[in-house]
């Protein structure tokens, strides 16, 4: 028999114990938790789907009862809540099989943002220096906290999937947390790091719930939830029951060992959510053309629905482009992607497009689409990527980098050749006309002879 909620199951097939560990078919999980799954051939793996119908979800789960929280930091005086909340996302989600500790030190000094350590931060530009392969590095490389960083680091993971969980969708939020680990939010914190004092605030059951009228200010870590957790917990008055568990990132000094208990009356928690959705070994492609170091700034649009982008770059050597990566900047996000050869200028771009991917993209955020076609381009060989996206309900569905304040004033606009077009029939320059660069990254590998490049 298999318990879940609290009630027993009978399986028709039993367990297997294989070199310290006990496995159940996919089938019957799938069925009793009653969710789908396709089996990812290339990955020989599971890759678990939405709930068909309905939650099946426990009332109460807490990753620390499955050995899927990593240690509690310290962020002390520094405003890198930001960091700590993405870079311990990333190591809940490696966890069990790899257990890694991965440096803010370096995420917040060593990113391409006009930034310091005092200065805060928010999600995207985590992402930006995610996705741009600038980290994350090892903690014990760059220690935190000394206001050194060294340069030469390289990074020790590639992160080439961050999905953004939509505004409040507790369940989606919960899901994500069973199926991948901990989910960063933000929080508005009348706390301090250096005080535990607040109308929001119980410390004696370390729960927190604020009402009012405040933005975001503090970035956590979503680890668990209890439905049934009593709003009898909370200093303040609260509608209902239930709570998400959170990791903060003031050491163990605060709450329950670091963890709190924030109400989902809250009026922040659950707004913006990311989860960490496609770390990769940095094996995986020898190459990376990117002209958006500072990533998503800001959007860009017809006011229609749908757009075309395009990027142009120079091919360092042999090699065989195999993905593009790009932000899809809301939900349910239609793509296709073209490969253009041998790039002279934007006529080019009307002609012999290769169809390389199509399709749609449920959430937000990151996403890098393998093509189902490698092109190969020769070394020196100008050659473009277009991008087209449709994004329902926005009227700039297309993500770039500028300048857009006093963080950002590092952006380089002149290390980009890029074009956009309402119809994908005139183009105009991005930079000249938008002072923009397009966010749309490309992957590569390197041919092994010139025989190999057609």
């Known amino acids: 028999t298999v318990t879940v909620n609290k009630e027993k199951n009978e399986i028709a097939s039993s367990m297997v114990y294989v070199d310290g560990a006990y496995y159940v078919p996919a089938d019957t999980v799938s069925k009793l938790l009653k969710f789908s799954y396709r089996w990812d051939i290339r990955e020989n793996r599971a890759v678990a789907l939405s709930n068909a119908e309905g939650s099946s979800l426990p009332a109460k789960y807490d990753l620390r009862e499955r050995g899927r929280t990593p240690s509690v930091k310290?962020?002390?005086?520094?405003?890198?809540?930001?960091?700590?909340?993405?870079?311990?996302?990333?190591?809940?989600?490696?966890?069990?099989?790899?257990?890694?500790?991965?440096?803010?030190?370096?995420?917040?000094?060593?990113?391409?943002?006009?930034?310091?350590?005092?200065?805060?931060?928010?999600?995207?530009?985590?992402?930006?220096?995610?996705?741009?392969?600038?980290?994350?590095?090892?903690?014990?490389?760059?220690?935190?906290?000394?206001?050194?960083?060294?340069?030469?680091?390289?990074?020790?993971?590639?992160?080439?999937?961050?999905?953004?969980?939509?505004?409040?969708?507790?369940?989606?939020?919960?899901?994500?947390?069973?199926k991948y680990g901990g989910v960063q939010t933000s929080i508005y914190s009348a706390l301090r790091s250096t005080t535990k004092n607040s109308e929001y605030y119980n410390a004696q059951t370390s729960s927190y719930c604020y009402i009012g009228t405040k933005k975001s200010n503090h970035d956590v870590l979503i680890i668990g939830w209890d439905d049934n957790y009593s709003r009898d917990n909370f200093k303040i008055e609260v509608e209902g029951d239930g709570a998400f568990i959170c990791q903060n990132s003031w050491g163990t000094g605060f709450g329950d060992d670091g963890v709190f208990y924030v109400s989902y009356y809250d009026v922040n928690i659950g707004s913006h959510n990311l989860v960490y959705t496609g770390i990769e070994d940095t094996d995986n492609y020898d190459h990376i053309y990117q002209t958006d170091l500072c990533g998503w700034v800001g959007q860009l649009g017809y006011n229609k629905e749908s757009i075309y982008g395009?990027?142009?770059?120079?091919?360092?050597?042999?090699?065989?482009?195999?993905?593009?990566?790009?932000?899809?900047?809301?939900?349910?996000?239609?793509?296709?992607?073209?490969?253009?050869?041998?790039?002279?200028?934007?006529?080019?771009?009307?002609?012999?497009?290769?169809?390389?991917?199509?399709?749609?993209?449920?959430?937000?955020?990151?996403?890098?689409?393998?093509?189902?076609?490698?092109?190969?381009?020769?070394?020196?060989?100008?050659?473009?990527?277009?991008?087209?996206?449709?994004?329902?309900?926005?009227?700039?569905?297309?993500?770039?980098?500028?300048?857009?304040?006093?963080?950002?004033?590092?952006?380089?606009?002149?290390?980009?050749?890029?074009?956009?077009?309402?119809?994908?029939?005139?183009?105009?320059?991005?930079?000249?006309?938008?002072?923009?660069?397009?966010?749309?990254?490309?992957?590569?590998?390197?041919?092994?002879?010139?025989?190999?490049?057609?």
């Open 310 to 454: 395009a990027n142009v770059y120079t091919a360092g050597s042999n090699e065989e482009l195999r993905a593009a990566g790009f932000y899809a900047v809301g939900k349910d996000t239609e793509y296709r992607l073209y490969v253009v050869k041998n790039f002279e200028n934007t006529n080019s771009l009307n002609e012999s497009r290769i169809l390389v991917a199509q399709g749609k993209l449920r959430n937000s955020g990151y996403y890098t689409i393998p093509f189902n076609k490698h092109v190969t381009v020769a070394a020196g060989e100008r050659y473009a990527v277009i991008l087209y996206v449709s994004t329902p309900g926005s009227d700039k569905p297309l993500a770039i980098e500028y300048r857009a304040d006093e963080f950002t004033k590092t952006v380089d606009i002149t290390d980009g050749e890029g074009y956009i077009s309402l119809m994908g029939n005139r183009w105009e320059s991005l930079e000249e006309t938008q002072s923009s660069n397009l966010c749309l990254k490309i992957y590569s590998d390197n041919m092994q002879s010139m025989e190999d490049v057609q």
């Open 74 to 178: 310290n962020q002390g005086r520094f405003g890198t809540c930001w960091a700590f909340a993405a870079l311990s996302a990333m190591e809940s989600e490696m966890m069990p099989e790899e257990v890694l500790e991965l440096s803010p030190d370096h995420m917040s000094l060593k990113n391409s943002f006009y930034l310091e350590q005092t200065d805060g931060g928010n999600y995207t530009m985590g992402m930006a220096y995610l996705t741009s392969w600038q980290g994350p590095v090892y903690e014990v490389d760059d220690p935190y906290g000394d206001n050194v960083s060294p340069d030469g680091l390289k990074p020790v993971k590639h992160v080439q999937e961050i999905q953004i969980i939509g505004h409040k969708d507790y369940e989606e939020i919960k899901e994500a947390v069973f």
